[in-house]
């Protein structure tokens, strides 16, 4: 008789190297279906890419001038930037706690004021105001978050949805009575042309999109080198086994709000200089925000910031294509296309 069949000892030897083979064999379709994923990544990495080149393209041939192309083509970068931070915070709140935020721009406008107030009255530097800015409006999630959201996470969307317009509402319509209607704006000092690969980009708008990718780049970290990102991620995969292995998922959720709403106020600060401070600025960021995070997909932050320099691009050299309308033209026309082909975004997963 065979030892390695017949025998008790024989069996414990054949049983481990049968578990073997399927783990190897488990491991392997792993591999093979991230290996594809990537593959997939990349591939609509690249149409997005040649896009955009097709876009350039016909945008010299209408424009006929090199240089005004190249404009257009910086300045979207340098907003798009601002755009992907200020959509990184949606996307972080949607993908965590499952809540849709139309407060969100709401968030952004209480910043572009808070900041109007530090430097007009305290004397700040615009960009200095960020340290004040962003442990303020983080404490402002967390207090909405803990009085408002976190009742109403257990009610329909539909309620929720109205709870965060209500919220917006009551943001604008209180700046409204506190500021007045009358447009506001702030001066960076020493603001001044840069030239910037044949085109010429203001000193602010140049920083402000720095200061977007770093504090991006901040955010990145945070969510992937630590261990409160590790337990973000862990609650926003599967809420019910992170409490499991001991998360404390309200938490989670309390600091996940703040650090959204932080980014809205790290958003509005670095714009403070480049628009028109009114009650209702928000509204716009809010609408481009969520363009953003449809295109990058829906809880998809890094998709977040490179949705944000798309829609910065198509802005910018849309109104080139199409001369006479409003900019956002293209990119509502860039929205409805993602939502017809690719309903989950061009970098978020089928669910």
Not at 6 to 18: D, I, M, R, T, Y
Not at 112 to 117: E, I
Not at 153 to 171: F, R
Not at 252 to 271: D, P, Q, W
């Amino acid at each position: 008789m065979n030892p390695a069949v017949g025998s008790p000892a024989g069996a414990e030897q054949a049983v481990p190297a049968s578990v073997a083979q399927a783990v190897d064999g488990d491991e392997g379709a792993v591999a093979g279906a991230r290996s594809t994923r990537q593959r997939l990544l990349w591939l609509r990495f690249g149409v997005v890419v040649a896009a955009v080149a097709l876009a350039v393209v016909m945008a010299l041939i209408r424009s006929g001038s090199g240089v005004v192309v190249t404009q257009s083509i910086v300045t979207g970068l340098l907003i798009g930037g601002v755009y992907g931070l200020a959509a990184m915070g949606l996307t972080l709140v949607f993908g965590v706690l499952d809540i849709i935020n139309f407060a969100h721009g709401s968030f952004l406008a209480f910043a572009l004021f808070v900041t109007y107030w530090l430097v007009s009255v305290g004397g700040v530097h615009p960009y200095l105001a960020l340290v004040v800015v962003v442990p303020v409006m983080f404490g402002l999630g967390v207090l909405v978050q803990r009085g408002v959201l976190a009742k109403a996470m257990s009610e329909p969307l539909e309620n929720q949805l109205l709870i965060t317009l209500g919220l917006a509402m009551i943001v604008e319509n209180g700046l409204l009575l506190l500021f007045g209607p009358d447009p506001r704006a702030v001066a960076l000092p020493g603001d001044h042309g840069v030239p910037v690969l044949g085109a010429v980009a203001d000193l602010s708008r140049i920083l402000a999109a720095a200061g977007a990718l770093v504090l991006a780049g901040l955010l990145f970290l945070l969510l992937q080198r630590t261990k409160l990102g590790t337990a973000i991620r862990a609650v926003a995969t599967n809420s019910t086994g992170a409490q499991l292995v001991g998360i404390d998922t309200r938490r989670i959720h309390l600091l996940t709000f703040g650090i959204g709403t932080a980014c809205a106020g790290a958003a509005g600060t670095l714009v403070a200089p480049l628009v028109t401070i009114e009650p209702t600025t928000g509204a716009m960021f809010n609408i481009v925000a969520f363009v953003v995070v449809v295109l990058g997909g829906m809880g998809n932050v890094v998709g977040a910031l490179l949705g944000g320099l798309v829609i910065g691009l198509t802005e910018q050299v849309g109104a080139l294509l199409l001369p006479g309308h409003s900019p956002l033209l293209a990119v509502f026309i860039v929205f409805v296309l993602v939502l017809f082909l690719r309903p989950q975004g061009l970098f978020g997963r089928s669910a």
